[in-house]
Antibody
Framework: EVQLVESGGGLVQPGRSMKLSCAASGFTFSNYGMAWVRQAPTKGLEWVATISYDGSSTYYRDSVKGRFTISRDNAKSTLYLQMNSLRSEDTATYYC???????????WGQGVMVTVSS | DIQMTQSPSFLSASVGDRVTINCKASQNINKYLDWYQQKLGEAPKLLIYNTNSLHTGIPSRFSGSGSGTDFTLTISSLQPEDVATYFCLQHNSGYTFGAGTKLELK
C-alpha cells in the first residue's frame, strides 16, 4: 500500500524558514517523481513544486521560485520542501504527492499545516 | 494560464441518485483531466484520470466523460460513502485545480 506521511509543519513567523518532510513507503521511491501541492484555508488547491525521480530536475510555481527548494533522499525514501522567506500567503495545508508517468498526482499524503503569522 | 470552472459548488442528493459534476476549461486541454475525491480529514484520492480511465480500486459507479473544454464526473448510483468534496485537475498545460464540489446526502 502506498503511504505518504508528511511532517514538519506548524506556526512560523513571516520571513522565517521551515522544512517539510514526506516519508514514503509501499513503493520503490527512487522510481517516481514527486510533488508538493498546497491548499490555503477556504481556497482551492495549487501545485507548488515537482522533482524528478532522480532529483536532477525541479520545477516551481512562480510565487515560490527562489524561496522554496524541493529535494529528495532516495536512500531514505523521503521528500523535502525547504521554505524560506515565508509569507502570510504561504499559509496552507501542504500535501506530498506521487507522480506516475503522465499522472501528476496519483497518491497523496494526509497533509501538514503551515501557518505563517506573527 | 488555464482556468478551471467547476460546478456546482454544493450538491445534495439521495442514496441511489445519479450525480453529475462538471468542469469547464478556459481552453482546450485535450484529454488531460483528472477527478479526485476528498473525504473529511482524509488525503485526496484519485478517481478518474485522463478524462475517463478509472484508477485502481475505484468502484465502477464512478465514470468520467468529455473532451476539449467540457468534462463530467458521474456517480451512477450514489452511496453513503460517496459523501465528500470532489475536484478536477487539468494537466495539459501546467496544473490547475477546480474549486471543488461538496457532495452531501439529502
Amino acid at each position: 500500500e502506498v503511504q505518504l506521511v508528511e511532517s514538519g509543519g506548524g506556526l512560523v513567523q513571516p520571513g522565517r524558514s521551515m522544512k517539510l518532510s514526506c516519508a514514503a513507503s509501499g513503493f520503490t521511491f527512487s522510481n517516481y517523481g514527486m510533488a508538493w501541492v498546497r491548499q490555503a484555508p477556504t481556497k482551492g488547491l495549487e501545485w507548488v513544486a515537482t522533482i524528478s525521480y532522480d532529483g536532477s530536475s525541479t520545477y516551481y510555481r512562480d510565487s515560490v521560485k527562489g524561496r522554496f527548494t524541493i529535494s529528495r533522499d532516495n536512500a531514505k525514501s523521503t521528500l523535502y520542501l525547504q521554505m524560506n522567506s515565508l509569507r502570510s500567503e504561504d499559509t496552507a495545508t501542504y500535501y506530498c504527492t506521487r507522480s506516475y508517468g503522465l499522472l501528476p498526482f496519483d497518491y497523496w499524503g494526509q497533509g501538514v499545516m503551515v501557518t505563517v503569522s506573527s | 494560464d488555464i482556468q478551471m470552472t467547476q460546478s456546482p459548488s454544493f450538491l445534495s442528493a439521495s442514496v441511489g441518485d445519479r450525480v453529475t459534476i462538471n468542469c469547464k476549461a478556459s481552453q482546450n486541454i485535450n484529454k488531460y483531466l483528472d477527478w479526485y475525491q476528498q473525504k473529511l480529514g482524509e488525503a485526496p484520492k484519485l478517481l478518474i484520470y485522463n478524462t475517463n480511465s478509472l484508477h485502481t480500486g475505484i468502484p465502477s459507479r464512478f465514470s468520467g466523460s468529455g473532451s476539449g473544454t467540457d468534462f463530467t464526473l458521474t456517480i451512477s448510483s450514489l452511496q453513503p460513502e460517496d459523501v465528500a468534496t470532489y475536484f478536477c485537475l487539468q494537466h495539459n498545460s501546467g496544473y490547475t485545480f477546480g474549486a471543488g464540489t461538496k457532495l452531501e446526502l439529502k
